[in-house]
């Protein structure tokens, strides 16, 4: 099955400034890649997502970028906020039959003043 | 906007007991995921309905969960009898299984403490 290992676990970033976090999965099949952000307490959220077809996307403050060859997708936060601060997931799913999302291990974002 | 509904929101409860969650998916989803999410982890699939038919329960553990989605609308998590191991927070998604939709929408979540 799909495995997605997340990096780094925890990311501690001046406000202002900018953050990666870096997933990499092992099934080549994938093709389809969301984050997810989730405050405390609260419910997962998509923020952005990516398919296979596509090498980069970009939302505003936001940007995700996917090497299918190296297996390896990042999601960029730029000019963060306070309000950027919570846990994000990636994840991976092959859409076909019976698909299955697999989530990264989390990364807690925290967005110093 | 539609929303993913559960209840209930939190729940303790005493080992060996049985506790149950449900979900309301959003309207028209057809598929429906139940996961379990353990303090600093990401979320695990415990199962996946299409309709009322399960698709995949592989990391169901059977011995002592359940899940049901008899009309193929809302669903069903049970859990008898629970144990210490069982707290975390139990989340139910949906997706409306479209030609190009894959967002999963998630709902707030049952939080599960087992004493």
């Known amino acids: 099955g799909e495995n997605v290992e997340q990096h780094p676990s925890t990311l501690s970033v001046q406000e202002g400034d900018s953050a990666v976090i870096k997933c990499t999965y092992s099934d080549s099949a994938s093709n389809y890649f969301p984050w997810y952000k989730q405050e405390l307490g609260k419910r997962p959220q998509l923020i952005i997502d990516?398919?296979?077809?596509?090498g980069e996307k970009k939302d505003q403050r936001i940007a995700v970028t996917l090497n299918k060859t190296a297996k390896h997708f990042s999601l960029h936060i730029t000019e963060t906020q306070p309000e950027d601060s919570a846990v994000y997931f990636c994840a991976a799913i092959y859409t076909g039959t019976a698909s299955k999302l697999t989530f990264g291990t989390g990364t807690r974002l925290q967005v110093t003043l | 906007e539609a929303e993913v509904a559960q209840s209930p929101r939190y729940k303790i409860t005493e080992k060996s007991q049985a506790v149950a969650f449900w979900c309301d998916p959003i309207?028209?989803?057809?598929?429906l995921y139940w996961y379990r999410q353990i303090l600093g982890q990401g979320p695990e699939l415990l199962v996946q309905?299409?309709?009322?038919?399960?698709?995949?329960d592989s990391q169901l553990p059977k011995d002592r969960f359940s899940a049901e989605r008899l009309k193929g609308v809302d669903s069903t998590l049970k859990i008898q009898p629970a144990e210490l191991g069982d707290s975390a927070m139990y989340l139910c998604a949906s997706t409306l299984s479209g030609a190009g939709d894959y967002e999963q929408y998630f709902g707030p979540g049952t939080r599960l403490t087992v004493t």
């Open positions: 309905f299409q309709d009322e038919s399960v698709v995949d």
């Open positions: 990516i398919r296979s077809n596509v």
């Open positions: 309207s028209g989803h057809a598929t």
